[in-house]
């Protein structure tokens, strides 16, 4: 039994916890809080230990600390980092190198530059074989997840085809819990946004890539909208659909209105968190025009990532193979009875 600690618990972390208490092969030491709030007391309520950093000992009172964090990483063999953007290289640099700890760490971090938390930008898709053995490794964001999960099956089958892929990434502007955010009435462009380049981490820095960003105000999910340019008359649409007819993690859908359909659904199935930890292609959107063709997909923006850091934190603790991992992920997490049911309740009316 491996033991397991998760630094943060936000909307990440909180997530990942609550999937790793279901799997028999990890024990939870527990989880680090940074803020004396009412979120320390709801952790503790879901029978989690709650560490926090040495020095803030004395802010948390009047709660029931189990002890430091500094304390909990001495006992662990992996750490999931789900701090906000930034804190994870931080934490690289004071906690986890010095204790010799392997880290995961979340899509807010870099992969390049001085801050870099690691050489590999984690897309199970992509480069699972990569990660197996390794110590320090970043899980892509959710907007660079979702593209991986649309693109890889896309170039495995077309090839070189394929001359170009534009992408515009319609953001959520917060998470369903974040209440404490209150959405701006505006729509905010994003300049030089990280998406495309940590996509081309995985594909190759001269992959024929174009993203741009806009954020709107809203919690639903993020809505990416893609050119797909092929060198001579592109598929039909119906051929692009049935790549993805068995693709783990993509839900084909025909009839969803919005975004917010398809979270209100996964609310009344009871999905963990109102999460469907996929991406679902809005098939009614698909068009083939020439030599392009145009869809739209949506991506759960808090539940994509939570399989993919079990994916993960399989090949970096267990050195499992491709399809164990997978078997594994799939014991838990259930994906192809969600996509199924995905499919069957928005399903093309004829
Ligand atoms: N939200 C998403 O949809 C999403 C999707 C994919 C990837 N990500 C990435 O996942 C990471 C976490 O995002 P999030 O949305 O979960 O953030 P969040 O909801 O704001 O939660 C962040 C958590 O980190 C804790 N924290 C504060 N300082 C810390 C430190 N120095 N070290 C460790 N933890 C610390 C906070 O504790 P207190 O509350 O106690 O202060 C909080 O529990 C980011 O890199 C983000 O880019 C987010």
Redesign the pocket.
């Known amino acids: 039994m491996k033991k397991v600690f998760v ?7 909180s997530r990942i916890t609550s999937f790793l208490k279901d799997d028999p092969e990890i024990t939870v030491i527990g989880v ?4 004396p ?1 009412e ?1 320390v007391n709801v952790a503790i309520s879901r029978g989690l230990n709650v560490y926090v950093p040495e020095k803030k000992l004395n802010d948390f009172s009047n709660y029931k600390i189990t002890g430091s964090i500094e304390s909990a990483l001495d006992e662990c063999d992996l750490v999931f ?5 930034g ?2 290289y ?2 690289k640099k004071s906690l986890y190198e010095p204790k010799n700890i392997p880290a995961i ?5 870099s992969t390049t530059g001085d801050e870099s938390v690691s050489d590999l930008l984690f897309n199970s898709r992509a480069n699972y074989d990569k990660a197996i053995g390794k110590r320090h490794v970043m ?1 892509g ?2 907007n660079v ?1 979702g593209m991986g999960k649309i693109l890889q099956p896309l170039r495995d089958k077309f090839g070189d085809k394929l001359t170009r892929f534009d992408v515009t990434l319609i953001r959520r502007w917060a ?1 369903i ?2 209440t404490e955010k209150t959405l701006s009435d505006t729509i905010e462009m994003t300049e030089s946004p990280h998406h495309g380049d940590d996509v081309k981490m995985y594909f190759g820095k001269d992959a024929p890539l174009y993203v741009r960003a806009i954020k709107v105000p809203t919690r639903q999910m993020h809505l990416h909208i893609i050119d797909i340019r092929f060198k001579d008359t592109s598929p039909k649409p119906s051929e692009i659909h049935e790549i993805f007819t068995n693709e783990f993690g993509v839900a084909t859908l025909w009839t969803a209105k919005g975004t917010k359909d398809v979270r209100d659904y996964a609310q009344k199935m009871g999905f963990n968190f109102k999460d469907t930890n996929m991406i679902h292609i809005h098939a009614n959107m698909t068009t083939s025009i020439g030599d392009t063709v145009q869809m739209m997909y949506s991506d759960d ?2 539940g ?2 939570i399989p993919e850091n079990h994916m993960l934190m399989q090949a970096m603790l267990f050195e499992k193979s491709y399809v164990d991992a997978f078997t594994h992920t799939e014991s838990i997490f259930h994906m192809n009875e969600k996509k199924q049911k995905l499919e069957e309740h928005f399903t093309k009316k004829y």
Do not use: L, R
Request: charged residues 20%.
């Open positions: 630094n943060g618990y936000g909307s990440i972390g680090g809080k940074y803020s709030d979120k980092d789900a701090s906000p953007g804190h994870g931080k934490n760490y979340q899509g807010g971090e899980q964001s959710c997840t998470d819990e974040q923006q808090t994509i990532v």
